[in-house]
């Protein structure tokens, strides 16, 4: 039986859009995807994104709002409040934010006023554009401040610059977490630093949320944090979406509520909220610490591949899903280069810039790659060993086509040993 997700309409009603459907779902079977902010959702969650809720207004929030008809509505997002807080350890939850970057944008005109001074990392040594990038709207609002790491060979961030900078700068807001980061934090320094200065902290866990959840490594609230953003997607696992959490101000609670809502949104996505809610449910199960754990092994598997072939590893390694190799430096293939040869071979990651990059944004050093969507196929340590085999062979080889023809039929082979689970989104 064929266990690809079943679009009968579609294709009968508009067999282009039924095409690109089917060549994705191709795509996704045949190759590896090692972009770390990607994952499979479950059909579950899938059903809750297909589901009826998508046809229902509810600006407001549960028991607040501003249209009638909302007795289904108030207490699934309910639910997904309190699987969100159960999951992250905290008291307030706002799961209504379209994405990661609306979660942040959101959170900064919850707590900030116009003007004030967002201490963040600096961007090329990890940090998103909603941090404060000159390209992004947020920087005509507010003045972004930044500290970096002490030695990109550590990944260890620069406490001691971070203070001096807080205590110059005076920020209302201390904003860590990142995009391209594979080293733990020491979010105890963070808090220190935040309280001497009279600031906010502030986590941004995009990347990580699911291993949080999974508990898998630390979670800033246990440390004092007081507010995490996130996605719902990546090593979550869940649909695509953002969720604010707050550890227990009420007061900062509110302010976030309102800011999303109707500060920078409209009505909340309730078929996306149901989708939450149900990937939710399957992060609270032991299962899913499993995964996560399987995770951090099949990164360091991968890790100890690209150290002991020679490859540089920005901060030396990974704690968490992901890695950032400087390619440029070690191979000398640049990240474009890199990028374009493992797509070849049907390994799908995204070129990156390394910290204090000396090549370009559009062909820089690095490249950025991490294990949550393999892990979902069941990769073990051995396979993801070998696949960062593979990954530098191919690398290395980047002009001889029999070599990639021969990469690519083995990749081929190791996708179709481990298919998407039945129970995820996938092809037949
Ligand atoms: C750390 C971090 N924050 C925020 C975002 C933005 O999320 P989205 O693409 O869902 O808006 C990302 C996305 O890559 C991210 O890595």
């Known amino acids: 039986m064929s266990t690809a997700q079943a679009i009968p309409f579609i294709q ?36 809750a994104l297909g589901s009826c809720f998508t046809n229902k207004y509810s600006e407001g929030y549960p028991g607040k709002r501003y249209y009638g008809g909302q007795q289904y509505t108030d207490k699934l997002e309910q639910l997904c409040i309190d699987r969100a807080c159960k999951l992250f350890n905290c008291k307030y939850a706002n799961v209504q934010p379209h994405s990661g970057a609306p979660a942040n944008i959101g959170a900064y005109y919850g707590i900030l006023e116009a003007g004030d001074t967002i201490l963040g990392m600096d961007l090329s040594h990890g940090g998103h554009l909603t941090h404060g990038h000159p390209v992004t709207h947020v920087t005509k609002s507010f003045n972004f401040v930044r500290y970096k790491m002490k030695d990109p060979d550590t990944g260890e961030i620069d406490y001691e610059a971070l203070r001096e900078t807080a205590l110059k ?24 630093i935040a309280k001497e200065v009279g600031a906010y902290t502030m986590a941004d866990m995009a990347h990580i949320a699911g291993l949080i959840a999974g508990g898998a490594i630390k979670n800033p609230f246990d440390y004092g944090f007081d507010i995490i953003t996130t996605t ?59 995964y996560c754990q399987q995770i951090l092994k099949n990164a360091k598997a991968m890790e100890k591949v690209f150290l002991d072939q020679g490859v540089r590893l920005l901060g030396g390694g990974t704690d968490n899903h992901l890695l950032l190799a400087d390619v440029y430096g070690s191979l000398g293939v640049t990240g474009q280069e890199a990028e374009n040869v493992l797509d070849e071979v049907g390994i799908t990651l995204n070129k990156n ?3 204090d990059e000396p090549r ?41 086509q029999a070599v990639k023809d021969r990469i690519r039929a083995e990749i081929k082979d190791m996708a179709h040993a481990h298919p998407i689970p039945d129970s995820f989104v996938k092809a037949s």
């Open 360 to 400: 370009t944004m559009f062909d820089p050093s690095g490249i950025r790659f991490g294990t949550p969507a393999i892990t979902t196929r069941g990769f073990t340590e051995a396979d993801c060993a070998r696949v960062a085999e593979l990954m530098i062979e191919a690398m290395k080889n980047k002009d001889d």
């Open 169 to 192: 700068e005076k920020p209302k807001l201390i904003l860590c977490g990142f995009s391209a980061y594979s080293r733990e934090l020491d979010y105890q320094k963070f808090v220190d």
């Open 232 to 290: 719902t997607h990546k090593s979550l696992r869940g649909p695509r979406g953002g969720m604010i959490l707050v550890r227990d101000s009420e007061e900062l609670a509110k302010k976030i509520d309102k800011s999303i809502f109707p500060g920078l949104q409209g009505g909340p996505h309730m078929h996306a909220v149901a989708a939450r809610a149900v990937a939710f449910g399957e992060a609270l199960k032991p299962e899913f610490k499993d």
């Open 12 to 47: 009968a009603q508009d067999p282009a859009v039924a095409e690109l459907i089917r060549g994705e779902e191709q795509r996704e079977a045949d190759g590896l995807e090692l972009i770390p902010s990607e994952n499979y959702i479950s059909k579950a969650t899938h059903e």
């Open 353 to 355: 810039s390394i910290a």
